[in-house]
T-cell receptor, first 114, second 109 residues
């Protein structure tokens, strides 16, 4: 299995532009998580899905952030309009349901908003 | 107070030393996870445990559920072990992770 695949690996954009981050979870994993990592706050949950349905989006900073999971093999995280404070590394992770299963993380997308 | 606390925040060791990183948590959990992150790199899951002890190569993870405490040990440390080690807990079957701030380990040759 190729693992959790995120794209792009790096994104540099100007303030005000729309940014779309993409994630392909491991086949058969029914949970998908979006996390953000910053120096100040560490790793934080943004949103997670179960069977393509958003379960908890309480970590989404504001209306500028939106996430979708149109099918079991694809999810997007969109920021519109982007701001410099959105600069961070965004990780996608997936897991199979059941307490016996661990998490697999993608390589992350490093976002820089200038 | 954070729900997951790690210590130390930074750790420098000489190659070959025995290393211990500690994690305490204040909430009920279904499992505790130890993760590794190399500089500029992704996050790798090292262990998931809900009781007792697990061993993988030179790495050992223990958990004491009553005391809400876990330790990660590295025996015969090596410079390639230099990374940030993150403790995280999951709650319930859905298991969203709550993270500690991480311990930055540097092993000098």
């Amino acid at each position: 299995d190729a693992g959790v695949i995120q794209s792009p690996r790096h994104e540099v954009t100007e303030m005000g532009q729309e940014v779309t981050l993409r994630c392909k979870p491991i086949s058969g994993h029914d949970y998908l998580f979006w996390y953000r990592q910053t120096m100040m706050r560490g790793l934080e949950l943004l949103i997670y899905f179960n069977n393509n349905v958003p379960i908890d989006d309480s970590g989404m900073p504001e209306d500028r952030f939106s996430a979708k999971m149109p099918n079991a093999s694809f999810s997007t995280l969109k920021i519109q309009p982007s701001e410099p404070r959105d600069s961070a590394v965004y990780f996608c992770a997936s897991r199979r349901s059941g307490t016996a299963y661990g998490y697999t993380f993608g390589s992350g997308t490093r976002l820089t908003v200038v | 107070k954070n729900e997951v606390e790690q210590s130390p925040q930074n750790l420098t060791a000489q190659e070959g030393e025995f290393i211990t990183i500690n994690c305490s948590y204040s909430v009920g959990i279904s499992a505790l996870h130890w993760l590794q992150q190399h500089p500029g790199g992704g996050i790798v899951s090292l262990f998931m445990l809900s009781s007792g002890k697990k061993k993988h190569g030179r790495l050992i993870a223990t958990i004491n559920i009553q005391e809400k405490h876990s330790s990660l040990h590295i025996t015969a440390s090596h410079p390639r072990d230099s990374a940030v080690y993150i403790c995280a807990v999951s709650r319930g079957s859905q298991g969203n992770l709550i993270f500690g701030k991480g311990t930055k380990l540097s092993v000098k040759p």
